[in-house]
């Protein structure tokens, strides 16, 4: 029966001395609690874990491995890489999800270093990160001639070739501390969890490649939405022959403003839409006049054209002359003015 069950306490007691400070969820069962926290991510149980000591205890527990193998199962999204071996789940959650540098525990969304399994700032970066010289490489006291490439993680060479300078300092103790022949196995050993670690550091990087590529095609279809939103209020507000594109794209500035406005990469919500309206029909407004300068343009034009068709070759002629100057007097008094025509 769940009332004989042990109960979990965590934080400390109210000051009327009732029960638990935290939560009613925190005096319930041990087995429901592990069953409720089964249905959280690793993100989430990390964030639990740093409220409170007791929490942190009994999260870190090894009898609670079950909740964070769980928790993983719970991402959603593509599938992150299995827990690799040589790191907990607790661990593998804080490198992955953590915000904080493993360092200094500053907190911003420093990139995860896959290679070498850390995510530092860059001040800690330095601190503890090595270059790798491969023509100078750093070598064990005790054996200067063991291939440390074999002992340490070094991220690749495309990527910057660093190391670890505690992972150096590790191996020199381990090594150091082995007969000749444990030693060999210890290298071997080493070599082949270095081949895993570099296959899980690529895989890794393409899930974090993939999680942007599925967030960038997220972001466009929010920004294709709100544009289609917006595009049938105004139609239904009568701007439809303003909306086409061969009628509002000729108009560079204009067109440049409104996709400015329209195509953010935000739902369109109804409050946004009375912020947006009034600078969208006013761009509208102005594209509306300016077309019918120009279509009035354009009729003037097929008058005159029309008028000299009807005249013989020869006042055809003159009259394209006079028209060509007209036109070149135009055009300069324009550049006196500053003016620009119409269309
Ligand atoms: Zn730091």
Request: glycine residues 4%; hydrophobic residues 35%.
């Amino acid at each position: 029966m769940a009332a004989q069950l042990p109960q979990l306490v965590f934080g400390l007691p109210n000051s009327d001395g009732t029960g638990s400070s935290s939560s009613s969820l925190l005096n319930c069962p041990v087995d429901c609690v592990v069953e409720v926290l089964a249905l959280l991510t690793p993100g989430d149980i990390l964030h639990l874990a740093r409220t409170s000591k007791h929490l942190r205890a009994f999260l870190l527990s090894k009898r609670q491995r079950y909740i964070w193998k769980e928790s993983f199962l719970n991402l959603e999204g593509p599938r992150l890489p299995a827990c690799p071996p040589g790191l907990s789940e607790p661990q593998y959650a804080n490198l992955v999800f953590s915000c904080h540098c493993h360092s200094c525990f500053k907190v911003h969304n420093y990139v995860v270093d896959w290679d070498l399994r850390v995510r530092y700032c860059s001040k800690c970066k330095r601190d503890h990160t090595r270059k790798f010289n491969k023509e100078n490489p750093p070598k064990l006291s005790c054996d200067p001639g063991v291939d440390v490439q074999k002992l340490i993680s070094i991220r690749p060479p495309t990527m910057g070739p660093a190391f670890l300078y505690t992972d150096l300092g590790v191996a020199t103790r381990t090594y150091e501390a082995l007969d000749p022949e444990a030693r060999l196995k210890y290298l071997v050993s080493s070599n082949r969890a270095l081949v895993d670690r570099r296959i899980h550091a690529r895989e890794c990087r393409a899930w974090v490649d993939e999680i942007a590529r599925q967030a960038a095609l997220a972001r466009e279809a929010l920004k294709s939405e709100r544009v289609q939103a917006i595009h049938d209020r105004l139609e239904a507000l009568g701007w439809s022959e303003e909306l086409r594109a061969n009628t509002l794209c000729p108009h560079g500035s204009l067109a440049t403003q409104y996709n400015a406005i329209a195509g953010k990469y935000e739902a369109l919500t109804d409050l946004g839409w009375v912020v947006v309206k009034p600078r969208l029909e006013a761009l509208l407004t102005e594209v509306r006049r300016l077309e019918s300068v120009r279509k009035a343009s354009l009729a003037e034009s097929a008058r005159r054209a029309a008028e000299l068709l009807k005249l013989s070759p020869r006042e055809q002629r003159a009259a394209a002359q006079r028209e060509h100057r007209s036109w070149i007097e135009y055009l300069k008094g324009q550049r006196k003015t500053g003016k620009t025509p119409p269309y």
